[in-house]
T-cell receptor, first 113, second 115 residues
Framework: NAGVTQTPKFQVLKTGQSMTLQCAQD?????MYWYRQDPGMGLRLIYY???????DKGEVPNGYNVSRLNKREFSLRLESAAPSQTSVYFC????????????FGEGSWLTVV | AQSVTQPDIHITVSEGASLELRCNYS??????LFWYVQSPGQGLQLLLK??????LVQGIKGFEAEFKRSQSSFNLRKPSVHWSDAAEYFC?????????????FGKGTKLSVIP
């Protein structure tokens, strides 16, 4: 039972490069999320998808785009990476959005130089 | 707007000692409350949650938390800490009936355990 799987686990980018973080869940969840985690900041929501076919901005969406490819997959794209986007990124999913337990992936460590 | 404060950035306890991690929230009504744990290099895992009812909530791994409305607190406790409990702990708060996307996470408390 894989749960939430993210790739890649580690990535180094140069400023201005683009990349996509991939996420897939095998729990038949309707809702998926992308968070970033920075030291001393806790988790902050970047984008979420309440259900297949919908996406919405979270607290810190600037510089990112997302795609809910199907019910299982939710990708996060950095079009032009900046050093301020150096962070640990977590994909997560839940059955629905109302008070449901959120299940997290293991994280993707991104460094922008 | 809701907010959550974890006053302790880092706590060190001896193995076998009791543990209490503090969480204070700001919200006008009784919110949804959660505690998550993050082991090094891992994602977050839900320990327990409170929506309503009994104010003492039992979770996994022997943890419990008590909701105190008068103190706007939701502190996490464990009677006897094990070395494997060393991790970072996050409290989260959301409006009642809210979507999970409306959760606000605290900045975390890192727990170190001395053998």
């Amino acid at each position: 039972n894989a749960g939430v799987t993210q790739t890649p686990k580690f990535q180094v980018l140069k400023t201005g490069q683009s990349m996509t973080l991939q996420c897939a869940q095998d729990m038949n969840h309707n809702s998926m999320y992308w968070y970033r985690q920075d030291p001393g900041m806790g988790l902050r929501l970047i984008y979420y998808s309440a259900s297949e076919g919908t996406t919405d901005k979270g607290e810190v969406p600037n510089g990112y785009n997302v795609s809910r490819l199907n019910k299982r997959e939710f990708s996060l794209r950095l079009e032009s990476a900046a050093p301020s986007q150096t962070s640990v990124y977590f994909c997560a999913s839940s059955v629905g959005t109302e008070g449901n337990t959120i299940y997290f992936g293991e994280g993707s460590w991104l460094t922008v130089v | 707007a809701q907010s959550v404060t974890q006053p302790d950035i880092h706590i060190t306890v001896s193995e076998g000692a009791s543990l209490e991690l503090r969480c204070n929230y700001s919200y006008g009504a009784t919110p949804y409350l959660f505690w998550y744990v993050q082991s090094p290099g891992q994602g977050l895992q839900l320990l327990l949650k409170y929506f309503s009812g009994d104010t003492l909530v039992q979770g996994i791994k022997g943890f419990e938390a008590e909701f105190k409305r008068s103190q706007s607190s939701f502190n996490l406790r464990k009677p006897s800490v094990h070395w494997s409990d060393a991790a970072e702990y996050f409290c989260a708060v959301g409006p009642p009936g809210a979507g999970s996307y409306q959760l606000t996470f605290g900045k975390g408390t890192k727990l170190s355990v001395i053998p």
